[in-house]
């Protein structure tokens, strides 16, 4: 079986699901107790917070875990507008990029049902937001600005310090949250107010997840309850799912130059090889420009979730776009916002790679789509 579908979510790291299997087993105490063992447990919790923080090149009092990336962009984006000051509550406006995966964009959409101007900024048809657009939608009501790092669907990574500057010089009222989870470790560290980390995408087990909270930017908790996280994020603390998640960030950064190119590599053979069959088409910025784990393309002529069917028969998974985007046709919000719709969104497929992944793989997966292309595309003109 050859899995290219890493953006959805990855094998976990063996080392990680050792630390995971120790911490339920072994040290499995609510960290929040008062005896030595839990007080030992808290102390690793911290060095973890440190590890993350580091990454991150911030101070570990600024980082907070949560469940999941879903978790992390709902409690910036409702954390942020709960904590405005009661007079401007229920006015002003709210940019999110046109591309957000759900957990922002419907976040988003149900701030608007509150009676917030929410205006989605446009994006190039590389899938990055579009900074001229982005600075004439920044007014000085402006309460909240959400931007993606790297987009889940076509690989583009945006200028995350261009609009940093530009959020703080056009509407310096405004909070910028960046929603990292497909960039953090893979692409370098940036300025933004609020950061949003998923465990699993990196090789941690699913159920993990990470808040950066800018020192004095007011944000309020999202889940109330024990006080957990310094008061920011209620919950009985999951350490085993933190200490794995921290074991793959170490992981991820020893080895992070190995790792990136044995990606690229990846992604460079199979579309290389795939750019040999007719009619296919690249959606997202050029190959050397995007992000390493990240490859979309169309095949015309063919429907995505025929081929994607037909190849997973064959031992091949891929995916057409987020898997939690709505699979209708035409109805994909993130390849319409990149002006890329009809046959071509129709055939759209998105390969998304690990360092678990090899050339060999790309070799054979592209003779697999290509054998796959032809005959589905044999089978349209009957
Ligand atoms: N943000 C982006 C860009 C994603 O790709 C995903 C998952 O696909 C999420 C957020 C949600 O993360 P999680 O699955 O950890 O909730």
């Not at 001229?132 to 669907?153: F, P, Q």
């Amino acid at each position: 079986m050859i899995y290219f579908d890493n953006s959805a979510t990855t094998v976990c790291l063996p080392l990680a699901a050792e630390t995971a299997k120790r911490y339920m087993l072994e040290q499995y105490y609510n960290p929040a107790a008062a005896y030595s063992p839990a007080v030992q447990l808290e102390r690793d919790i911290s060095l973890a917070r440190a590890n993350i923080a580091r990454k991150l090149s911030c101070d570990p009092s600024e980082v907070f875990f949560t469940s999941c990336g879903t978790e992390s962009n709902n409690t910036a984006l409702f954390g942020a507008i709960r904590a405005l000051p009661s007079n401007i509550r229920g006015k002003g406006r709210i940019i999110v990029s046109a591309t957000e995966h759900p957990s922002v964009y419907e976040a988003a959409m149900s701030l608007r049902e509150t009676g917030y101007d929410v205006q989605l900024a446009p994006v190039d048809q590389t899938g990055r937001v579009r900074l001229d657009a982005l600075a004439s939608l920044l007014t000085g009501d402006t309460r909240l600005v959400s931007i993606m790092h790297v987009n889940n669907e076509s690989g583009a990574i945006n200028d995350i310090d261009a609009i940093y500057a530009l959020v703080k010089r056009n509407s310096p009222d405004a909070l910028l949250h960046v929603d990292g989870v497909q960039a953090f470790m893979k692409e370098p560290a940036v300025r933004c107010d609020m950061y949003s980390m998923s465990g699993h995408k990196l090789h941690a087990p699913k159920g993990v997840g990470a808040l950066y909270v800018r020192k004095g930017a007011r944000v309020k908790p999202y889940l109330l309850g024990g006080g957990q996280e310094s008061g920011f994020r209620s919950g009985t603390t999951n350490a085993p799912g933190i200490m794995a998640f921290s074991a793959a960030v170490s992981d991820f950064s020893e080895h992070r130059a190995e790792y990136h190119g044995s990606i690229f590599a990846v992604k460079k053979r199979l579309f290389e090889n795939l750019s040999r069959i007719r009619d296919v088409r690249l959606n997202g910025p050029e190959i050397g420009s995007g992000a390493a784990h990240i490859l979309n393309m169309s095949f015309m002529g063919v429907r995505g979730e025929v081929l994607l069917n037909a190849l997973s028969e064959k031992g091949l998974l891929v995916s057409t776009g987020s898997a939690c985007a709505a699979h209708k046709r035409g109805k994909n919000r993130i390849l319409n916002a990149m002006g890329i719709i009809g046959d071509r969104q129709d055939g759209a497929i998105r390969f998304s790679f690990s360092h678990f992944n090899t050339t060999a793989e790309a070799d054979t997966a592209a003779q697999m789509i290509e054998e796959q292309v032809n005959l589905l595309r044999r089978f349209r003109r009957r």
